[in-house]
Structure formats: structure tokens, C-alpha cells
């Protein structure tokens, strides 16, 4: 698997998944939990799937625009912003924790799966902050992430979390027709206990995309290592679109717990381990035949 980051590489391997945590408390799927997650689902279903042109306070019409791609990590935002507005690299990072940033409390002020995916129309007066202020705005209107349930019991899945969920969709289906059997491998594993062993989460922390995910790789000391580590990481690992949070929020029903991208158009979904192991052989193989080198070293979910 590797994270959502242009040029994409649709080919993905899943070893899949655990329970879920958020700043070191579990998260139980409970039937009330499920409840949030589907009241909030209809908040984002409602919203319209093609993004309109976003306008800053101030902008007119024809200002330069900056277009943020579904499933960018912050730091490509930052960067992006600082390009846009010809600033010294590390310009817009830096301003984040003076932008008054309207983000939810388990957020602990990172932007990250906030700013939203859209074009933006930058004015003569834009800077970062009022760039990541619209970005979280518009985040906030599309996810409705202010309490969706005034009496939400403390294990009831929240919406950040659900961000999150989205998040790790974002990085991991090979297409939108995937995102929503993706997100229900992904809540399948954390009500049965199981590790997610998402390779999306373990790039997020080595500042990485690639595929070539190595046994060593997956024994690194990180919050973000989900073969290591139980539940959610504590963040989300990009920023997911309205496609991917409502995969998120109402995934199909099915049993699978395991997925691997053999190739382009080729997603195979599964329950069964060993069926599993079969086709992540199969994915090695056309990596194989892709490098003509040796079959990368995979590690299986246990």
C-alpha cells in the first residue's frame, strides 16, 4: 500500500487491521456508536460531490488559484500554500498555530485531515492563515465535525475518528469504487480487536510513499505503526474527500478483513487468510515481473 500522493500508483497490498484507539483510549463500535456514524453520514451525503470554487474573503474573480488534491498530507499543503504565495519554505507551517484554527479538541491544534481538498482562488490579500482558516471552515461545513450527538457516550465512534477512518480510505483504495469495502475491512478489524497492519499509516510516519514495505519497516517504534500499534493512529494520515468520508461513514456490508490491489483494476477483498496469502503471491509475482528484480519482502496480517 502507499499513500494517495500524485503521480498514484494504483497497486496496493493490505495485510489489514485493529481495534481502535484515539490519543490512547479505545474506541468500541457500539450500536450507539454506529448510530453518530450514521447521522453524520447523512451530513456529508447531502453535501454536493463536486467541489465548487471556493472564495476567500475579499477574492474577485479571476485571482490565481491553488488546487489541493484529495489525499494530501499537510506538509503538501504547506508547501503549497508557501508556492502559491511566494514564501520561503516552511512559511504556512509555521503559521499554524497563530491561524485560529477551528478544529476539533482530539486534534490537539494539527490541521492534518482539515484542510480540505478544493480550488482555491487566492487574492492580493490571501496569506496562510486565512488560506488554512477557509480550508478548516470548509472542512468543518462538509464534515460536520462539531458533536453530532449532545449525549454521545464516551466510546460512541466521533467524528474524528470517523476523519481519520476516512483518511486511511483515502490512502489505501486503489479507486473510488473501493473506498467503501476498504473502510469496511478497516471497521471490521477494529470490532474484532485487529491490528490494522496498514501500510498507509506506516508510510505517514517515515515521511514516505512507496509500496516496498520491509519486515524492518514494520517493527519501528510510532504511533502511526499500525502493525505494532492497537486501533487508530492518532491523527489522521492526509486529507480525505467527501468520497472517502462517506465510505467512511457508510461502508457496504461484507465480512472482509483483508484486500490487496494486484494490479490496475484487479482489488481482491477477502475474510479468509489463506485466500488472502494467495493474492498478496500474486501481487508479489507482478511486482516481480514489474522490476524484474526479486519479490519484495511482505509481511503478512497476523
Known sequence: MQMNTPPRDPSRRTPAGRGASTRGKSVRLTRRGRLVLVVTGAVVAGAAVVVPLLVLAGGRSGAETLVIPEGWRASQVYAAVDKALALPAGSTKSSVGGAGLKLPGEAGGNPEGYLFPATYPLDKEATPQSVLRFMVDTANQRFGWAPVAAGAQRDAMNVY??????????????????????????????????????????????????????????????????????????????????????????????????????????????????????????????????????????????
Not at 478497516?186 to 510516519?205: E, K
Not at 483483508?258 to 490496475?264: G, I, R, S
Open 161 to 302: 475518528q470517523a476523519v481519520t477512518i476516512a483518511s486511511i480510505v483515502q490512502a489505501e483504495a486503489a479507486d473510488r469504487t473501493d473506498m467503501g469495502k476498504v473502510a469496511r475491512v478497516v471497521l471490521n478489524r477494529l470490532q474484532r480487536g485487529m491490528p490494522l497492519q496498514m501500510d498507509s499509516t506506516l508510510n505517514y510516519a517515515l515521511n514516505r510513499s512507496t509500496l516496498n514495505t520491509t519486515v524492518n519497516d514494520t517493527r519501528i517504534e510510532n504511533p502511526y505503526n499500525s502493525y505494532q500499534r492497537m486501533g487508530l493512529p492518532p491523527t489522521p494520515i492526509d486529507n480525505p474527500g467527501t468520497d472517502a468520508m462517506r465510505a467512511a461513514l457508510n461502508p457496504p456490508p461484507g465480512n472482509w478483513l483483508y484486500f490487496v490491489t494486484v494490479k490496475p483494476g484487479d482489488t481482491r477483498f477477502t475474510a479468509d487468510f489463506a485466500e488472502h496469502q494467495r493474492n498478496v503471491a500474486d501481487f508479489n509475482a507482478v511486482q516481480k515481473a514489474r522490476t524484474q528484480g526479486s519479490p519484495r519482502v511482505t509481511r503478512p496480517p497476523r
